[in-house]
């Protein structure tokens, strides 16, 4: 009878040292997936920053844009003239070199991170969350 007593007390003790190493090992996932919330939530935000830029940059370019038509209109024959409608283009060219820079650049890398970093997210979101349903399960079996 001592020797079962003491075997089932060995018992207890090693499931309450599971319990406690899962214990740990649940907090640990929990606070991993309140990273990557908080890696997600950042991300987005630089994503609608980076729209924000893009739509102001076309607003400007379509400001300069009807800017260069109203001086190629009046056609001024002056120099000072002249030099603000080259000036007008080589901004215009800039601005739309740098607006398809940027949609490249964005679509490109914001699609491609973003899905791949979405997807890298949300997969380990689901591990994270698979391995809590477990940990759970066990600490409550």
């Not at 283009?89 to 949609?103: A, G, I, K, S």
């Amino acid at each position: 009878v001592n020797r079962e007593r003491r075997k089932l007390h060995a018992t207890i003790e090693d499931l309450r040292d599971e319990n406690q190493t899962l214990k740990v090992d649940c907090a640990q996932k929990d606070a991993s997936l309140h990273t990557l919330q908080i890696e997600h939530r950042m991300c987005t935000s630089e994503f609608a920053r980076a729209k924000e830029r893009e739509e102001d940059l076309q607003t400007r370019l379509i400001q300069l844009e009807e800017d260069l038509q109203k001086y190629e209109e009046a056609e001024l024959p002056t120099q000072r003239a002249l030099a603000e409608k080259e000036d007008l283009q080589e901004r215009v060219t800039d601005l739309e070199h740098e607006v398809c820079r940027l949609q490249n650049t964005q679509t490109t890398r914001t699609q491609q991170e973003r899905t791949e970093a979405n997807h890298d997210v949300e997969g380990r979101v689901l591990d994270l969350e698979e391995e809590l349903r477990v940990t759970l399960h066990e600490l409550q079996a």
